[in-house]
């Protein structure tokens, strides 16, 4: 188990180029990010920002919600759900605020240099990507993303306590791997250092992908139980289907939707499972708005809503 995220985590190179690319009139802001991973793999995504003024008690409540790509799939998977995400997020509006990071994992999309030891470039294929590229991904990829948030939580721009992960495919093992091990992270004496993540949504996921497995992660009684879930699917896909009904079978138990007198709970598990043989980036791309919108609403009712404690995370031991 990780002690230490200082340790175990990212040397990150930050370098959050600061050009704001402003959208479509109706459209959110979003900036370049470039994070490095403690393996020299070059990181490439975009940032949408909430909408709160930084440092307010607003901003201090907004959601970061991080999107995971498919296999072969690219961040831009998710640029309509990241708008869908900070758009919601008027203040004329019901919604609490969003913030929102799209990114490309290793091998993928622009992510796909890593530096060597000796200062040269490697290219990274995904066709080459085994299970130890897997792995890395849901460690030291994720790794960089949340330093790169900690930074945006301790500049007052968002709650990284109330973190949510959106994956598809690939992205739902990479989410619900990581968020396993953001749970066992210990606190430690000068603050908080896991815990943080506090939803997940997850497209077409899947028990074993290429290795990369949810069984341990899902033996975690504790990050099962705080987390809220939401599982979605086609279900005209008999494989698929199966998938579906295995994740959601080792989250039942610990989110009833009835008590024992068989009142109605607000359980903190939702399942979409939706007449189509579609899967993963496929599945988002041509659902559309009915899958955004749904999303949307899961994580507001379910994270945003809640008014959560905001730290700084970078105290230093006097």
């Known amino acids: 188990m990780i002690t230490n995220r200082k340790v175990a985590g990212v040397l990150l190179s930050a370098a959050i180029l600061m050009l704001w690319t402003v959208s479509a009139k109706g459209q959110a802001a979003s900036e370049q990010m470039s994070v490095t991973t403690a393996d020299g793999v070059m990181l490439r995504g975009m940032y949408f920002p909430g909408a709160a003024r930084k440092g307010s008690t607003q901003a201090k409540q907004t959601t970061p919600v991080v999107m995971l790509h498919d296999f072969k799939g690219t961040k831009a998977t998710f640029a309509p759900l990241a708008q869908a995400l900070v758009t919601a997020g008027d203040p004329n509006a019901?919604?609490?605020?969003?913030?929102?990071?799209?990114?490309?994992?290793?091998?993928?999309?622009?992510?796909?240099?890593?530096?060597?030891?000796d200062g040269g470039v490697t290219d990274l294929d995904p066709?080459?990507?085994?299970k130890d590229g897997l792995a890395s991904m849901s460690t030291l990829d994720m790794e960089a993303i949340r330093d790169f948030l900690v930074d945006k939580?301790?500049?007052g721009d968002l709650n990284l306590n109330k973190l949510c992960l959106v994956g598809s495919g690939m992205g739902a093992s990479v989410a619900v791997n990581w968020a396993a091990h953001d749970w066992a992270a210990p606190?430690?004496?000068?603050?908080?250092?896991?815990q943080d993540v506090k939803g997940l949504v997850l497209i077409s996921p899947r028990w074993s992908y290429n290795g990369l497995m949810m069984q341990e992660a899902l033996k975690f009684g504790a990050f099962k139980k705080n987390t809220a879930w939401?599982?979605?699917?086609?279900?005209?896909?008999q494989k698929g289907k199966q998938e579906l009904s295995r994740v959601q079978a080792q989250l039942d138990k610990?989110?009833?939707a009835t008590d024992k007198t068989g009142a109605k709970l607000r359980s903190g598990l939702e399942v979409m499972a939706l007449p189509t043989s579609l899967e993963g980036d496929?599945?988002?791309?041509?659902?559309?708005?009915?899958?955004?919108?749904?999303?949307?609403?899961?994580?507001?009712?379910?994270?945003?809503?809640?008014?959560?404690?905001?730290t700084n995370r970078r105290n230093k031991i006097p």
């Not at 609490?96 to 992510?111: K, M, Q, T």
């Not at 066709?127 to 085994?130: C, E, F, Q, R």
């Not at 979605?232 to 896909?237: A, C, E, F, K, R």
């Open 153 to 155: 939580n301790d500049a």
């Open 254 to 256: 610990s989110h009833p």
């Open 230 to 237: 939401m599982l979605i699917g086609g279900v005209q896909d």
């Open 94 to 117: 019901e919604h609490p605020y969003f913030a929102a990071v799209i990114v490309d994992l290793r091998a993928h999309g622009e992510s796909t240099k890593q530096l060597t030891g």
């Open 127 to 130: 066709a080459k990507l085994g």
């Open 187 to 194: 606190p430690l004496a000068v603050g908080k250092q896991g």
């Open 282 to 310: 496929v599945l988002v791309g041509k659902s559309g708005d009915a899958i955004d919108a749904a999303i949307v609403k899961f994580l507001t009712d379910n994270v945003a809503a809640a008014q959560l404690p905001w």
